[in-house]
């Protein structure tokens, strides 16, 4: 039964114990909050550090609810991220980022990043798809603005954004529970449950736990709608207004030069008296709140005292996001309306693995870090839009005699999609030596390496297409530019790519206590 009195009860005192402790928090809130980061690699304060570094603290995180990626990006200056949802954003810093492709293969054909994204002392920035690692039990998320090479290395001309996990507090046992609920307006509802858990088995281990589950709801609708290879611009003329509201131009119009094909009507259309064109119709997908997203993780950690100068600092985590649908609308259907044709999906698991050890050596302080990172995105993406920008896309889903002959014949329905499995290794090493920061010359010495695999499977799929050829035979069905084609025996035609990279470096750093601030990259 709900105990209504206890209740107000608890409401009552937490009111009279704010109204008493009012003063106290005026006065406090007029001090000016000192912040430490690491942005030199070592903690000091951001009135200290001759570096444009900003930070969340934890509490901020709390009181503006952030939790995800794009959250946490949103609230330090100069900072955004955009892409096409979670596990696929770009970040920007001071409008800067590099430019990726936006389909399934960006893992493989996307540029190297040129902003920095880092969890605690392991690099994670990937090409094509940023890690979406969800902020729980964090410390303070740091951003470096400006090129940062020297200390973080490569990807990180435009800037760096590090993630500070809290670490295993040997002072006590206590542990924490967070759970929340929230509407979205004109969509879903939200939930999310954090429980973190912080233990001292010894005089010299301590380990600290933390699981979360957020789960969010939809926003965007999928509505009814039909489309046709007629869209192409190789079936219209120049200067026609397509459905996606851009005009057909020269050098796409017309199906084929010299054909001959004629508007007389003046619809925009060519004439094809004798090809019919199949639509491809969503009305199985019609739905509204289309995207949902869940993020599913945990993170344990242990810190152990080797000695009274060294310690290692040991960490799991484990996330696995899964998410339906897009994340982006077409403002000319409606607000936050989108015409898709496709199951689209996500599935991205990231797993990752680090060791910090930390210790003083010749009176300097040293910490050898590194990092085991693994990754697999399985995922379906629609792009049957592919219609408005692929010039040829026509002659994989209409027969060939639409295309030579007496233009008849058939052009399938374009709802094209693409399912794609990716899969990712990153290995990292770093050593630095630093000397002691009271001293009025300061240096960093260090030397990283980092050794990256990534490898991509997409099959793009033209499901209109009702006639396939068998393995080394003739035939002439859809998909077919020329008759009586044929594969031979014994080959296989295939897109394996992959991409692997490495990168070592050496850096030495030097800053003096009045901040005049020498860089020297070996």
């Given at each position: 039964m709900f105990q209504k009195k206890k209740v107000n009860h608890a409401v009552a005192s937490v009111i009279a114990a704010g109204i008493a402790a009012s003063g106290a928090s005026i006065a406090s809130s007029q001090a000016i909050e000192e912040v430490i980061v690491t942005a030199t690699k070592s903690a000091a304060s951001t009135q200290d550090i001759p570096v444009a570094v900003s930070a969340v603290t934890a509490e901020k995180m709390d009181q503006?609810?952030?939790?995800?990626?794009?959250?946490?990006l949103v609230q330090l200056p100069g900072v955004t991220a955009g892409g096409?949802?979670?596990?696929?954003?770009?970040?920007?810093?001071?409008?800067?980022?590099?430019?990726?492709?936006?389909?399934?293969?960006?893992?493989?054909?996307?540029?190297?990043?040129?902003?920095?994204?880092?969890?605690?002392?392991?690099?994670?920035?990937?090409?094509?798809?940023?890690?979406?690692?969800?902020?729980?039990?964090?410390?303070?998320?740091?951003?470096?603005?400006?090129p940062q090479g020297t200390l973080f290395g490569s990807g990180s001309q435009a800037g760096t954004v590090r993630l500070i996990t809290n670490k295993p507090d040997p002072s006590g046992v206590y542990g924490r529970l967070k759970v929340g609920a929230s509407t979205i307006n004109e969509g879903e509802t939200n939930n999310n449950f954090e429980a973190m858990y912080n233990l001292p088995v010894s005089d010299n281990v301590t380990l600290r736990g933390v699981f979360y589950n957020d789960n969010k709801g939809g926003y965007i609708d999928n509505v009814h709608g039909t489309l046709t290879a007629e869209q192409s611009a190789r079936f219209r003329v120049e200067g026609a207004m397509r459905s996606n509201g851009v005009p057909v131009s020269a050098r796409r119009t017309g199906f084929q030069a010299g054909a001959g094909y004629t508007d007389s009507d003046g619809d925009?259309?060519?004439?094809l008296p004798n090809v019919t064109f199949l639509a491809a119709d969503n009305s199985d997908l019609v739905e509204n709140d289309i995207n949902d997203l869940t993020y599913t993780g945990?993170?344990?950690s242990a810190l152990?005292?080797?000695?009274?100068?060294?310690?290692?600092?040991?960490s799991h985590t484990r996330q696995e996001i899964e998410s339906d649908g897009v994340f982006f609308a077409d403002p000319d259907l409606g607000d936050?309306?989108?015409?898709?044709?496709?199951?689209?999906?996500i599935e991205d698991d990231i797993e990752n693995t680090s060791w910090t050890f930390t210790g003083r050596m010749a009176g300097l302080d040293v910490v050898y870090t590194g990092a085991f990172t693994e990754r697999t995105t399985d995922q379906v993406i629609g792009y049957t839009d592919y219609l408005f920008v692929g010039q040829y896309l026509p002659y994989y889903i209409c027969d060939y005699s639409v295309t030579y002959g007496d233009q008849t014949g058939t052009c399938y329905a374009p709802n094209l999609y693409a399912p794609s499995h990716s899969e990712a290794e990153v290995t990292t090493h770093e050593i630095r030596v630093s000397s002691d920061p009271d001293n009025s010359m300061r240096y960093t010495a260090g030397v990283f390496y980092s050794d990256s695999y990534v490898t991509e499977r997409v099959s793009f799929t033209y499901p209109g297409s009702t006639l396939a050829q068998g393995w080394g035979g003739e035939g002439t069905g859809p998909g077919f530019a020329y008759p009586n084609y044929s594969y031979s025996d014994g080959y296989l035609y295939a897109n394996d790519p992959s991409r692997q990279e490495k990168y070592s470096e050496m850096i030495l750093n030097a800053q003096t206590s009045n901040l005049v601030y020498l860089e020297v990259n070996i």
């Open positions: 503006m609810g952030v939790s995800n990626f794009q959250d946490y096409l949802g979670p596990g696929q954003n770009t970040i920007y810093i001071r409008g800067v980022a590099s430019t990726t492709p936006a389909t399934s293969v960006a893992g493989v054909s996307g540029l190297a990043p040129n902003v920095a994204f880092y969890l605690d002392e392991q690099p994670l920035a990937q090409p094509g798809r940023n890690l979406d690692i969800y902020a729980a039990d964090m410390q303070r998320v740091e951003v470096l603005a400006g925009g259309y060519v004439e945990a993170r344990l152990i005292n080797l000695t009274d100068d060294w310690d290692v600092l040991l936050l309306e989108i015409q898709r044709y496709t199951d689209e999906m």
